[in-house]
């Protein structure tokens, strides 16, 4: 065993039988490199990543290999999902030396933490124009021993330019309806209109753009929007990229038609395709986006559930295929003999023409990835369900891939919004439990005294990272949904705790935000970064609960916050839309509000019910509902009399009823008692 033992990160505890010595990210790291005058080798991964795995088995688990790396470097393992500041700055780094990135990242650097030379993988032997990992180590060593001038002159160039790099995005002004149209119109240039999506291979779900595409219908009735979104959802749900048999989906396409995925399930994803299905089906009544939904929220609970409450990182992409050999993918896909061995011939031939199953197969060694293809005719739907049970059932006792225990705080909050959400949409009080008891154990095991959070926790242990902007922004999202749909008002409080940190820890000059908070650990660069990837940034994420956390309570400080925040929106959204769609999102809610939705009226009274219920229905960007029982009078911006929401002080019954309390940009309609009146009022567009 190395250094990695006893740590909380699977993928470090995956390294810790390595034959290379390995370090966590540490001073006493880089104090034994100086110490040794060697360099330091980075390597930065996560337990899902598949090439991870393999550059693991070719060169970590090699004795020789090993021996010489040990004997040259002080080699360091960091798990990106627990270190996501320390992944970007690097990251940064390599896609500006090499013009790309990926992981596993390799980066070497001198004691002070100053990177000089880059790579991802690197096979065992050379290869497709590849170096060999050993050749790289041996340049490497012999670079720092005979030409040490030259790459700390490498080293201190490369830290300069990341220096210069600090954006003054804040201060902008907020972005309008100018901003807000040429989004969308190089959204459409970008649209791939055969298949859905956005650009080519690979393709990733377009979680945040499809939000904003749905918001800004929405507020305008813009058919375009409307239309690109559901097309995307139904391609990405009739695609192998969703799990057919057992709901949830894969990281993303390797292929532009989203047939093949790279199987990896994560968190993240599942969170937020949940809920754009299930606002989807908000929009539009989609029998798909419903049955999308529940499914990849039951998954979630299901595959991802941990015992203490929250949700796990990831299932592997990896599994054994049942010969011993770790295989991608090996879980998921089918011959058509393995069909016939479980169904039988005739329902074989049924799954086969029904989930795109071939003799050349769609994947490897004539296998196929489940998909589900617009077919002709009715399909018997008994007949199809009986055969996606019996070929769950055989799945399930294939060797399953592994599953990253690790609970991110982060990606719990979009979880907790996304089951909220979804549980009260579809009436699935047990979803909303689930959401509750990950919000539970965040605040029992990620928050501090200090309201400061912590990134990461496994079996009930918090880890010894702090938490980073997106934690902040995303789980305070997850409590305001959570808030709205349960009324209980301590959501919307500790909310506002995470964001009162916010506003001390993580905004710049400008209103500009960090990714660090101001008392981080120091890095070669202070990570910042308002652009979407395969989850909201933590820029635009921090901004939209500092938005809706301000409707709710009418904090001027929040509000303007979110605008300072948003001046980022103003300037790239025209330029980059595809990767800043939460931004754009966050951007719609402004442009239609503030919009708030207050329900009064006795707790489990039907009427209090559907009104709660179709104000969580509205489709208008960012409005934000409160619900509970009529108390006190209204007292300027906060409670009175014990209420637990703001926006419900003050606000009584209506003749004796239960009652719902609309108000837009400042402005307020009358009360009403009446459901079809509410929608009216919730639909309003500019």
């Known amino acids: 065993m190395n250094r990695l033992a006893g740590v909380t990160s699977p993928y470090l505890l995956q390294h810790a039988d390595n034959p290379v010595d390995w370090w966590p990210w540490t001073p006493e790291a880089f104090e034994e490199a100086r ?51 320390v992944d970007a700055v690097y990251m940064e780094a390599v896609q500006a030396a090499t013009g790309q990135g990926g992981w596993p990242m390799t980066v070497f650097l001198n004691a002070e933490g100053e990177p000089f030379y880059f790579g991802t993988y690197f096979p065992p032997a050379p290869r497709h124009g590849m170096p060999s990992f050993r050749q790289v180590l041996e340049g490497v060593s ?49 649209y791939d209109e055969k298949y859905g999506g956005f650009g080519g291979a690979p ?41 057919q048999l057992g709901g949830g989906f894969a990281r993303y396409s390797v292929d532009r038609q989203w047939v093949v995925p790279h199987f990896e399930k994560m968190l993240y994803d599942n969170a937020l395709l949940c809920r754009t299905y299930a606002h989807l089906w908000r929009a539009t009544g989609s029998d798909l986006a419903r049955r999308v939904a529940l499914e990849t929220a039951d998954f979630m609970v299901r595959e991802l559930r941990t015992a203490e409450g929250g949700f796990a990182s990831a299932l592997d992409a990896d599994s054994d295929d049942g010969a011993g050999k770790h295989v991608e993918g090996a879980y998921y896909v089918w ?48 007949r ?19 599953r990253d225990d690790k609970v991110v705080a982060a990606w719990n909050g979009l979880a907790i919004a996304a089951l909220a959400e979804t549980g009260a949409y579809f009436e699935r009080p047990d979803l909303v439990e ?44 997850g409590f305001l949904a959570l808030a709205s749909v349960t009324g209980e008002g301590v959501w919307l409080d500790f909310a506002g705790f995470l964001l009162d940190t916010v506003l001390d820890q993580f ?19 202070r990570p910042q970064d308002p652009t979407d990837n395969a989850t909201p940034s933590g820029w635009t994420s921090a901004a939209g609960a500092l938005l809706s956390y301000a409707a709710h309570t009418g904090s001027e400080a929040h509000r303007t916050a979110a605008e300072g925040a948003l001046g980022v929106v103003k300037a ?84 004796g009823q239960a009652a719902a309390y609309v108000c837009r940009g400042f402005v307020c309609s009358a009360p009403t008692n009446e459901v079809d009146v509410l929608k009216r009022q919730l639909a309003v567009r500019v």
């Open 142 to 190: 012999s670079a720092w021993t005979d030409r040490r001038e030259e790459v700390g002159e490498v080293a201190g160039r490369i830290v300069g330019e990341l220096a210069g790099r600090s954006l003054a995005l804040g201060g902008e002004g907020t972005p309008g309806e100018a901003e807000s149209a040429q989004a969308l119109l190089g959204l459409t240039r970008d």
């Open 35 to 85: 110490r040794r005058d060697v360099p330091v080798l980075l390597s930065v991964g996560y337990s899902a990543c598949h090439w991870c795995h393999v550059m693991a088995h070719e060169s970590f688990e090699d004795e020789a290999t090993a021996a010489y790396l040990n004997e040259h470097f002080v080699p360091v393992k960091v798990d990106r999902e627990e270190r996501p500041d």
């Open 572 to 655: 790239l959204g025209p330029r980059a839309p595809r990767f800043i769609g939460w931004g754009l999102a966050v951007a719609e809610a402004l442009l239609d509000g503030p919009r708030e939705v207050a329900v009064v009226g006795p707790g489990g009274d039907a009427a209090t019910a559907e009104l709660h219920r179709t104000a969580l229905l509205g489709t208008a960007p960012g409005a934000v509902v409160a619900v509970g029982e009529p108390v006190g009078e209204p007292v300027g911006q906060e409670a009175s009399d014990g209420a637990e929401f703001p926006l419900l002080a003050g606000r009584p019954l209506v003749g």
């Open 507 to 525: 905004v710049g000059e400008g209103g500009s935000l960090y990714d660090t908070a101001h008392d981080a650990e120091p890095l070669i660069r």
């Open 335 to 382: 011959t058509p003999a393995q069909l016939t061995d479980v169904l039988g011939p005739v329902d074989a031939e049924f799954a086969a023409r029904y989930y795109g199953v071939t003799e050349e197969g769609t994947f490897e060694e004539g296998a196929s990835v489940l998909q589900l293809p617009q077919g002709e005719g009715v399909v018997d739907a008994v």
């Open 434 to 477: 689930r959401a509750t008891e990950a919000a539970d154990l965040l605040v029992r095991v990620h928050l501090d005294e200090r309201t400061r959070l912590t990134r990461t926790s496994k079996d009930g242990r918090a880890g010894a990272n702090a938490g980073v902007l997106e934690d902040y922004g995303d789980v305070a999202e």
């Open 384 to 402: 199809a369900e009986s055969v996606r049970e019996r070929l769950l059932a055989a799945r399930d006792t294939r060797p399953r891939p592994e």
């Open 203 to 243: 393709k990733f779900p377009a979680s945040m753009v499809v939000e904003f595409l749905l918001r800004h219908h929405a507020r305008t009735g813009a058919e375009g929007a409307l239309q690109m979104a559901s097309d995307t959802c139904e391609a990405m749900a009739r695609g192998g990229i969703y799990d």
